[in-house]
């Protein structure tokens, strides 16, 4: 200990406690990494908690739906019930929807990604596309089918219309006016198509009209009907084709419109009605619960809308959303919304069944 005041004991001791406080820090270093681990654990498992919830939400809306759907009383018919079968085929109707086609809208490979290209050149031929194939697959199921009728639902938004809100002239190339023109004629055309090509009994036609359509810049509530240019249209063309029987209108008066198909009720509506703010499900769970709401006041199988450009089957067909001709868009790219071809839905009725047999996309695009 010769030239020194601390004792060896001392030394000792202070060393024992260095390490002790060393190990100390080992373990509350050790504690932390622990708790981050638990606190990622658990932020995960609240997560799974969070998306399991909003399943279980989505289920049960679908079975409330689907319960109020089968306890809702049938109204009257409109349509006569199909009985018996000739030729030996399963009498059906095939149900085509046709919204959203934007004819006149202008799209640019720039706007797009360089995935679409739209004018009204493109969507003239777009809209004769998806009539042939649907001519195609209507002729083709007539092979072991009997069909009675097609339900060719005009769903509304054939238009851009730059009048809906100011200064949008610029996705469109000519004034809403002049756009209902072109749209009444196309449509004339298509249908005259439809009757000549297709061996059926009869073609009937519900209309709706979409927010596209209006003549002012904001929805009229309970007036929808008088600012449309669409409502215009479809009494120009019930018009039209007054002297054909076998083409027949059931033009809506109110933002829903019931059509019932030879026993098989249908609720059409253009969309615009149903609010979704994006989230897990997608349209699904907004579009069935207001399914829900909807079948306590009317009597339908199948809701039926437009609008939101995506063709989608809901609650095993107790929901069908139907595409656009357009395709993507500038609106579409910047909102970074999926991107879908060119199609409309169509489905097929089982007369004898009363129930949905078949769904399709119509394409109006060669694939």
């Given at each position: 200990?010769?030239?020194?005041?601390?004792?060896?004991?001392?030394?000792?001791?202070?060393?024992s406690?260095?390490?002790?406080?060393?190990?100390?820090?080992?373990?509350?270093?050790?504690?932390?990494?622990?708790?981050?681990?638990?606190?990622?654990?658990?932020?995960?498992?609240?997560?799974e908690?969070?998306?399991?919830?909003?399943?279980?939400?989505?289920?049960?809306?679908?079975?409330?739906?689907?319960e109020?759907?089968?306890?809702?009383?049938?109204?009257g018919?409109?349509?006569?019930?199909?009985?018996?079968?000739?030729?030996?085929?399963?009498?059906?109707?095939?149900?085509?929807?046709?919204s959203?086609?934007?004819?006149?809208?202008?799209?640019?490979?720039?706007?797009?990604?360089?995935?679409?290209?739209?004018?009204?050149?493109?969507?003239?031929?777009?809209?004769?596309?998806?009539?042939?194939?649907?001519?195609?697959?209507?002729k083709?199921?007539?092979?072991?089918?009997?069909?009675?009728?097609?339900?060719?639902w005009?769903?509304?938004?054939?238009?851009?219309?730059?009048?809906?809100?100011?200064?949008?002239?610029?996705?469109?190339?000519?004034?809403?006016?002049?756009?209902?023109?072109?749209?009444?004629?196309?449509?004339?055309?298509?249908?005259?198509?439809?009757?000549?090509?297709?061996?059926?009994?009869?073609?009937?036609?519900?209309?709706?009209?979409?927010?596209?359509?209006?003549s002012?810049?904001?929805?009229?509530?309970?007036?929808?009907?008088?600012?449309?240019?669409?409502?215009?249209?479809?009494?120009?063309?019930?018009?039209?084709?007054?002297?054909?029987?076998?083409?027949?209108?059931?033009?809506?008066?109110?933002?829903?419109?019931?059509?019932?198909?030879?026993?098989?009720?249908?609720?059409?509506?253009?969309?615009?009605?149903?609010?979704?703010?994006?989230?897990?499900?997608?349209?699904?769970?907004?579009l069935?619960?207001?399914?829900?709401?909807?079948?306590r006041?009317?009597?339908?199988?199948?809701?039926?809308?437009?609008?939101?450009?995506?063709?989608?089957?809901?609650?095993?067909?107790?929901?069908?959303?139907?595409?656009?001709?357009?395709?993507?868009?500038?609106?579409?790219?910047?909102?970074?919304?999926?991107?879908?071809?060119?199609?409309?839905?169509?489905?097929?009725?089982?007369?004898?069944?009363?129930?949905?047999?078949?769904?399709?996309?119509?394409?109006?695009?060669?694939?």
């Amino acid at each position: 200990m010769s030239g020194s005041n601390v004792s060896d004991y001392e030394i000792k001791k202070r060393l024992s406690a260095v390490a002790d406080a060393e190990q100390d820090e080992r373990e509350r270093i050790s504690e932390r990494k622990r708790m981050r681990k638990v606190s990622r654990s658990n932020t995960a498992l609240k997560g799974e908690v969070r998306t399991l919830s909003k399943m279980l939400d989505e289920s049960a809306v679908t079975i409330e739906t689907l319960e109020a759907l089968r306890e809702k009383p049938r109204l009257g018919r409109k349509m006569a019930k199909v009985r018996g079968r000739k030729s030996g085929k399963l009498p059906v109707a095939w149900v085509a929807l046709a919204s959203d086609w934007h004819t006149c809208e202008l799209v640019t490979l720039d706007q797009s990604n360089g995935m679409n290209e739209h004018n009204p050149d493109i969507g003239r031929e777009r809209a004769f596309e998806w009539a042939r194939n649907l001519v195609t697959m209507v002729k083709l199921s007539q092979e072991r089918l009997d069909v009675k009728t097609l339900v060719l639902w005009l769903g509304g938004d054939f238009l851009v219309n730059s009048g809906m809100h100011y200064g949008g002239m610029w996705d469109v190339a000519m004034t809403p006016e002049q756009e209902a023109r072109v749209i009444r004629n196309l449509l004339v055309e298509i249908i005259t198509f439809l009757r000549a090509e297709l061996d059926v009994e009869r073609i009937h036609i519900p209309t709706s009209w979409g927010n596209h359509d209006r003549s002012s810049m904001k929805i009229v509530p309970g007036l929808a009907k008088d600012f449309s240019h669409a409502s215009i249209i479809y009494e120009d063309l019930s018009a039209w084709f007054a002297a054909d029987a076998s083409i027949t209108f059931e033009i809506s008066t109110a933002e829903w419109n019931l059509v019932d198909v030879h026993g098989y009720p249908i609720l059409f509506h253009h969309g615009h009605g149903i609010r979704y703010g994006g989230g897990v499900g997608g349209i699904s769970i907004p579009l069935m619960k207001k399914a829900g709401v909807l079948a306590r006041d009317y009597d339908f199988r199948t809701i039926c809308i437009g609008h939101y450009h995506q063709c989608q089957i809901f609650g095993a067909g107790q929901a069908v959303c139907n595409g656009s001709l357009v395709g993507m868009n500038g609106y579409s790219t910047d909102g970074g919304f999926p991107s879908e071809p060119p199609a409309q839905m169509a489905f097929v009725i089982d007369l004898e069944r009363l129930e949905i047999s078949d769904f399709y996309r119509v394409w109006g695009c060669q694939v």
